[in-house]
């Protein structure tokens, strides 16, 4: 099984910092998703990179593939309280899912 | 364009009974997988359904089991239902023909509570 691991588990900050979450695999793999949940809803796709190296924004999110494709990032700007969410980062057909991060934007 | 639908959204079951959950896939997506989420496990693959075909399937025992109709829409089915499998499962559909490229959106989920 090709394991995606996520860091932090958890991130509490203040509305206006910035913040990064990490997702990182031994494997190398051919794209990868990011999807934000909010609690009681399914997940919504933010992104999907595919190209090592690949850099793309949406909005105040800057998502970034590792050169390697073994590692990726979702990189927030001047956070807001409707960012707070679950955040995934998944693989492949079968999506396998990172275990989350969490993410609460206090006002 | 409607997005993913499940129902119910949310069911109560005893030990032992059996639930249906059905999907309703975005219209022209021939794909529809199923996860199961749980806070000790997260989010875990179970099946994916393409063109009224098992296609994928995840490492759940034989009391998950889920279809496909010729209208794209799917159930999954947990028979002999036990205190674990109190969960929110999601159902999500894609065109199914991306390859590793594959897009998947996701409906709200059934919240499942096993008593």
């Known amino acids: 099984t090709q394991l995606l691991e996520q860091s932090p588990q958890f991130l509490s900050i203040q509305e206006g910092e910035n913040l990064t979450v990490y997702c990182n695999s031994s494997?190398?793999?051919?794209?990868l998703q990011w999807y934000r949940q909010e609690p009681g809803e399914g997940p919504v796709l933010l992104v999907t990179?595919?190209?090592?190296?690949e850099v793309k924004k949406l909005k105040r999110l800057t998502f970034q593939f590792g050169d390697a494709r073994k590692d990726s990032s979702l990189h927030i700007t001047a956070a807001q309280p409707g960012d707070t969410g679950l955040y995934l980062c998944a693989r492949g057909n079968k999506l396998v899912f990172g275990a989350g991060t969490i993410l609460r934007v206090k006002s | 364009k409607a997005g993913v639908t499940q129902t119910p959204r949310y069911l109560i079951k005893t030990r032992g009974q059996q639930v249906t959950l059905s999907c309703s896939p975005i219209s022209g997506h021939r794909s529809v997988s199923w996860y199961q989420q749980t806070p000790g496990q997260g989010l875990q693959f179970l099946f994916e359904y393409f063109s009224e075909t098992q296609r994928n399937k995840g490492n759940f025992p034989g009391r998950f089991s889920g279809r496909q109709f010729s209208n794209s829409r799917s159930e999954m089915n947990v028979s002999t239902l036990e205190l674990g499998d109190s969960a929110l499962y999601l159902c999500a559909s894609s065109t199914g023909t991306g390859g590793s490229y594959n897009e998947q959106f996701f409906g709200p989920g059934t919240r499942l509570t096993v008593l």
């Open positions: 494997s190398v793999f051919s794209s």
């Open positions: 990179v595919v190209t090592g190296g």
